[in-house]
């Protein structure tokens, strides 16, 4: 495998190439270029970017898309890439906030305001170039008298707890395990998990929406957050999707 199979590549897409400059310095002008040396592709069409995929079998890890380019949208693009690749980061970079809740319904990795580009996009690339290179999946082992399973973290969408048992909710289907939820949180990525009330815990990754005391979750649930939970469950979800 040559040098550059072995690099991170990164897909651009912007009609504003003094942007496009401005993402590509603030890259290289920090530590992440010397240490992982990310190769960059810049697109200023959505069709251009569509066309090296499909056409001409380009690969990237990592897509930083502008949601309106243009007369185009880079939503749409966004679930094309998804649909051909399930493991690609997608990271909006855009000053149309309105539009996040779209964003995550593409499973998009991050959302990120452009007026706080500089500070956020690099803090995201960092965990994000670290966990392709390790190629780790964090991962969740339930291992019962009578049965073991593996659970990807994020394909946890929320955690509650029921008399003795911690239960799963997934992306496919129900688990769970007698432990208290508290123990299995503490094996999670605890930044990741929010407790929404006593005894139930939401996945942000799959964070859709809050309507007052209701949070919607990514496969259509709706779940109650206390009057206690709810300022802090906020505050997360806006760190987490880039709105401070």
Same mark, same amino acid.
């Given at each position: 495998m040559g040098e550059n199979a072995q690099r991170i590549r990164i897909a651009i897409l912007d009609d504003d190439v003094t942007m496009i400059d401005r993402i590509k310095k603030t890259i290289v002008k920090s530590e992440l270029m010397q240490k992982y040396q990310p190769i960059?592709?810049?697109?200023?069409?959505?069709?251009?970017?569509?066309? !090296?995929?499909? !056409?001409?079998?380009?690969?990237? &890890?990592?897509?930083?898309?502008?949601? &309106?380019?243009? &007369? !185009?949208?880079?939503?749409?693009?966004?679930?094309?890439?998804?649909?051909?690749?399930?493991?690609?980061?997608?990271?909006?970079?855009?000053?149309?906030?309105?539009?996040?809740?779209?964003g995550y319904e593409c499973s998009a990795y991050r959302y990120i305001l452009k007026s706080q580009f500089e500070e956020k996009l690099l803090e995201t690339l960092s965990g994000l170039f670290e966990k392709l290179k390790s190629g780790t999946v964090k991962t969740y082992f339930i291992d019962g008298q009578y049965s073991m399973e593996k659970i990807e973290e994020k394909?946890?969408?929320?955690?509650?707890?029921?008399?003795?048992?911690?239960?799963?909710?997934?992306e496919c289907g129900m688990?769970?395990?007698?432990?208290?939820?508290?123990?299995?949180? !503490?094996?999670?990525?605890?930044? &990741?998990?929010?407790?929404?009330?006593?005894?139930?815990?939401?996945?942000?990754?799959?964070?859709m929406s809050i309507h007052n005391l209701e949070v919607i979750m990514r496969n259509g649930e709706k779940l109650f957050c206390s009057r206690k939970q709810i300022g802090i469950l906020k505050e997360k979800v806006r760190s987490y999707w880039g709105m401070k």
């Open positions: 960059f592709v810049s697109y200023v069409t959505v069709n251009e970017l569509r066309w !090296d995929i499909e !056409d001409k079998s380009e690969y990237f &890890q990592i897509y930083l898309l502008d949601i &309106q380019v243009g &007369q !185009d949208n880079g939503l749409e693009l966004a679930k094309y890439i998804r649909d051909r690749d399930a493991e690609a980061a997608i990271i909006f970079l855009t000053s149309y906030m309105e539009y996040s809740i779209e394909d946890i969408i929320y955690l509650y707890k029921e008399g003795k048992y911690t239960y799963f909710s997934k688990s769970r395990e007698r432990k208290a939820m508290s123990e299995v949180l !503490d094996s999670l990525t605890r930044d &990741q998990f929010v407790l929404i009330e006593k005894g139930c815990a939401v996945n942000l990754e799959h964070v």
